[in-house]
């Protein structure tokens, strides 16, 4: 798959706390575009959630795994976007996970404001990627359009979806039902495939969750793409991507998508964000064999 084909054709089918409250971003240029790198923290998470790594695998990466959290941002003429929108400070999220919710630091370091942000584009919407949008019953990014595949929004917010999901899921989905509720006036759906204006667009990238989405970042000459879940783990997800991770909706299709995509990141030589890659997570992809590599900028 070339990038033309990508950009016009549907996906579908396939613990050291951190030092300083102030974690210093990273700025790329893509073509005339100056792209933020920004760090939301880490997790530390179980090794065995990558369902098929051997043992080997799992010492190397330790266990916890520790899993970089990373959004992005960039200026346009007149409007400033958020690609995902971090972790946030909700109970369900602070409890388990104190190392994370470092987005407001690093976005202020960048000199953008909560308020100048107009759009905030996400990926999926799992906690970890949309709870930045509200603090408690408020909207975090008061003049921002949330822009959010309509079949990923359907999903959650499901009637009854808190009490019949499996119920390890149930306390998330209550989460994310809850934080909809504080957004709902200010999301705008759409329908996987979609262009969003000043270079930004959208393309399905399902598996990990129904409505999961990759961002593309058009600079003319040079193309960004924001990759979300595809990959959760550079020692993992690249050279096996077909690797599952427990918490993919559709393992199957998860890995059909991790395949597809990466391969034509690698063909056509586009710069990739990955949510969770170490910080700030920019890189190219290259072939290594039958997986990739992900090689840092």
């Known amino acids: 798959m070339n990038r033309r084909h990508f950009l016009g054709t549907s996906l579908a089918g396939m613990a050291l706390a951190l030092s300083s409250p102030a974690i210093a971003s990273k700025s790329i240029t893509i073509g005339q575009k100056q792209l933020f790198a920004l760090s939301d923290g880490y997790f530390d998470m179980p090794a065995s959630l990558f ?59 960048t000199g953008i404001s909560a308020e100048e942000v107009t759009d905030i584009v996400i990926t999926h919407m799992h906690p970890d990627h949309i709870g930045g949008l509200a603090i408690g019953d408020r909207i975090a990014f008061p003049n921002a359009r949330i822009h959010i595949a309509a079949t990923e929004w359907n999903f959650w917010n499901a009637a009854g979806f808190a009490a019949t999901a499996p119920e390890g899921m149930r306390p998330m989905v209550a989460n994310v039902q809850s934080l909809s509720n504080v957004i709902k006036n200010n999301v705008s759906l759409h329908g996987g495939a979609a262009d969003l204006g000043d270079g930004v667009s959208v393309l399905p990238a399902p598996g990990h969750t129904p409505g999961h989405t990759a961002i593309v970042l058009d600079g003319g000459r040079e193309q960004f793409v924001v990759v979300g879940d595809l990959t959760v783990h550079e020692d993992v997800h690249f050279a096996n991507p077909n690797y599952g991770w427990a918490l993919d909706v559709d393992g199957e299709q998860a890995v059909a998508t991790r395949v597809s995509m990466l391969d034509m990141i690698a063909t056509d030589g586009l710069i990739m964000g990955a949510a969770h890659v170490t910080k700030p997570g920019l890189g190219r992809v290259e072939r290594d064999g039958s997986g990739f590599r992900f090689q840092p900028l």
């Open 51 to 109: 369902l098929g790594a051997p043992e080997s695998l799992k010492a190397q990466i330790g266990d916890p795994a520790r899993i970089a959290a990373n959004t992005y941002a960039y200026r346009a003429e007149s409007r400033t976007f958020l690609f995902d929108a971090g972790a946030g400070t909700s109970d369900f999220i602070t409890h388990a996970f104190p190392t994370a919710s470092k987005l407001p630091e690093d976005l202020s370091s």
